[in-house]
């Protein structure tokens, strides 16, 4: 007996909605219960977004940044009030016991940076590539009394000169 093709289509469909709801599952995995696998977890949430140094007090964009993946990586969502928005995959790499993240832009922008716990931040290292050369970047985040600050640094020199890129501080939305 031959199925119908939307049959066949929507058991599929459902198929992979169950797969989907798999991957990001919320029970711990075994392989990340380790204090290092969580040291970054200060940032998990829904976080409104203020440009430090700046005369404005409204928000800029939202982050949310969630546990998925049984506890082993870190999504987040940035939308900012413009329309620019991006999205990162952030995970503690044990076996070399570093943090790397891949952050991607609706501008086409891919930064993969690596780094470690240095004191009280998180400290990463990547690059860009654009029209320009390439572009290095240091970004840090730190736990800092409601909130996260997280403060970035470029070199277009081979890191030869650093320039400020951003300064922000992220705080619990508020409905």
């Known amino acids: ?7 066949v289509t929507l058991v599929a469909l459902m198929a992979c909605a169950g797969y989907a709801r798999d991957i990001h599952a919320t029970t711990p995995s075994r392989s990340c219960t380790d204090a290092a696998h ?3 977890d200060f940032w998990l949430g829904d976080w409104d977004t ?5 005369t404005s007090t409204a928000s800029v964009a939202r982050n949310q ?10 999504h987040e969502v940035y939308t900012r009030t413009d329309g620019y928005t991006g999205e990162s995959f952030t995970i503690y790499d044990s076996a070399r016991k570093r943090w790397h993240q891949s952050w991607v832009s609706n501008e ?3 930064l993969v940076a690596e780094g470690t716990r240095q004191g009280k931040q998180i400290v990463l290292n990547g690059s860009t590539i654009d ?11 730190e736990e800092v009394g409601d909130g996260v600050r997280e403060t970035a640094t470029q070199s277009r020199d081979g890191g030869k000169t ?6 922000i501080v992220f705080r619990k939305r508020q409905p």
Do not use: N
């Open 1 to 7: 007996m031959l199925r119908a093709p939307w049959r």
């Open 38 to 40: 969580h040291e970054f």
């Open 50 to 54: 203020f440009r430090i140094g700046k």
């Open 65 to 74: 940044v969630t546990s998925i993946l049984g506890g082993c990586v870190l």
């Open 108 to 110: 086409g922008e891919l």
């Open 131 to 141: 029209d320009k050369g390439e572009t290095l970047h240091r970004v840090s985040w």
């Open 162 to 167: 650093w320039q400020p890129d951003f300064d």
